[in-house]
C-alpha cells in the first residue's frame, strides 16, 4: 500500500485547506483509514477516521465541527477538509491506512495501522 498526502501549506487563522491522501494498492474491501498530526515536541494525535463498516468519519475534539473526512467514489483519494484554522492546528499531517479491517475504526491506535504517508505540512499563523 502506498500513500501520498498533499495539500498543506501555510494559512492565517481562520483560513482553509485540503489535504488530499492518494492511496494504491489497497483491496479496498475491508480497511481503515486514519489522519493523524504531529506538531514539533508534541505526541502523535488522531485527527480523524474511517472504515468499511462506519457508517460516518470520526473526528476528534479538537476538530469536530471544523475538518471533514471525505473520499472520492473509487475510494482511490481521501480527503481532510480542515476549515476555520487556528494556531495550534500547525502540524504534520498524515494519513494511514489499515487493510483487511472489517471493524469501526473508533477504537484502533495510530500504531495499528500498518502504512503511513510521508505527511504534509502545516501550518496557521496569527
Known amino acids: 500500500v502506498q500513500l501520498v498526502e498533499s495539500g498543506g501549506g501555510l494559512v492565517q487563522a481562520g483560513g482553509s485547506l485540503r489535504l488530499s491522501c492518494a492511496a494504491s494498492g489497497f483491496t479496498f474491501d475491508e480497511y481503515a483509514i486514519g489522519w493523524f498530526r504531529q506538531a514539533p515536541g508534541k505526541e502523535r494525535e488522531g485527527v480523524s477516521c474511517?472504515?468499511?463498516?462506519?457508517?460516518?468519519?470520526y473526528y476528534g475534539d479538537s476538530v469536530k465541527g471544523r475538518f471533514t473526512f471525505s473520499s472520492d467514489n473509487a475510494k482511490t483519494t481521501w480527503y481532510l477538509q480542515m476549515n476555520n484554522l487556528k494556531p495550534e492546528d500547525t502540524a504534520t499531517y498524515y494519513c494511514a491506512a489499515l487493510d483487511d479491517w472489517g471493524f469501526s475504526c473508533s477504537k484502533l491506535k495510530g500504531y495499528e495501522y500498518d502504512d503511513w504517508g510521508q505527511g504534509t505540512q502545516v501550518t496557521v499563523s496569527s
Open positions: 474511517i472504515s468499511s463498516v462506519d457508517s460516518r468519519p
